[in-house]
């Protein structure tokens, strides 16, 4: 692996794998560097928890048990999704113990998938069940990147100021990274998938982030992402706020001036208030 190579790697990335040369990245590459993600995380919680080693010790063991059972039993995409849910629960749990970023991701996949099935969604943009199938697994991997986004930033309580907010828009980039890298330790073809999860962050007027690509340039994907995720995001509850509304989620994006596609938001906005009203009566 050249240096050139390495220095686009996330930095958790970077540092599990400073020490290998070589040019293929094999599967156990893969499952180590997730594992030291969660070493990492559980150290974290442990350190906040002032209980040194018990929660290593008991999460440890039940992760050790997941990884064992995903890699025993699953191959392909199934274990990419297994290792990415489980780098996501890492960060989760380093976040604090009853974090949620696994808890967004599955909403964002949910609101995503609710979009698909949109009959007038369907006939507009050509979403067959293919399609629909592969953004619902594009959201709910989204916001793997943010694994190699310091804990500091993203559990920071105030505005981030402006060089945190440089390393936050990389988040997107680090999830191309991340499932280029799983793709290729699992031989899977995710090029369609991995282009949704990069453009998530992006605007159809240009504005948005990392490559700051407009309009037909954003894979359906992405646009739809864009929408899930900001909804899920308005109307979830975080340290820094309280939750909106649904209808005040909708009324602040439809006010946002060229960032969504504007017939998907309106198309949208139906399903979207059906899908928060399952997954709330889901919790209740
Ligand atoms: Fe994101």
Redesign the pocket.
Same mark, same amino acid.
Do not use: A, E, L, V
């Given at each position: 692996m050249d240096d050139e190579y390495m220095n686009q790697l996330p930095i958790v990335l970077q540092r599990v794998l400073q020490d290998k040369k070589e040019e293929v990245i094999s599967v156990e590459d893969v499952i180590r560097s997730s594992w030291a993600m969660i070493a990492k995380g559980m150290q974290f919680v442990d350190s906040k928890l002032n209980m040194p080693g018990e929660y290593v010790k008991e999460m440890g063991t039940f992760l050790k048990k997941l990884i064992d059972k995903s890699y025993a039993s699953k191959t392909g995409l199934a274990s990419i999704v297994d290792m990415a849910k489980m780098g996501v629960m890492l960060k989760d749990t380093s976040l604090n113990p009853t974090g949620h970023i696994l808890t967004h991701n599955k909403n964002v996949a949910f609101y995503a998938e609710s979009i698909c099935a949109s009959e007038k969604i369907k006939t507009a943009y050509y979403v067959t069940e293919k399609i629909s199938n592969r953004i619902k697994l594009a959201a709910l991997l *989204? #916001?793997i990147?943010?694994i190699g986004i310091p804990d500091y930033i993203l559990n920071k309580p105030d505005m981030l100021n402006l060089s945190e907010w440089n390393i936050m828009e990389q *988040?997107?980039l680090y999830?191309e990274t991340i499932l280029n890298l799983m793709s290729q330790a699992f031989n899977v073809d995710m090029e369609l998938l991995i282009m949704e999860v990069g453009s *998530? *962050?992006e605007r159809c007027d240009g504005k948005g982030y990392p490559k700051k690509i407009a309009e037909q340039n954003i894979p359906l994907g992405g646009k739809i992402i864009a929408v899930a #995720?900001c909804f899920a995001g308005l109307t979830e509850k975080r340290v820094y706020k309280e939750p909106k509304t649904p209808q005040q989620a909708i009324e602040i994006m439809r006010a946002d001036e060229g960032h969504f596609d504007e017939y998907m938001l309106q198309q949208a906005i139906t399903p979207l208030l059906k899908a928060y009203e399952k997954l709330r009566k889901n919790i209740a």
């Open positions: *989204h #916001d990147g943010k *988040h997107p999830s *998530h *962050h #995720d």
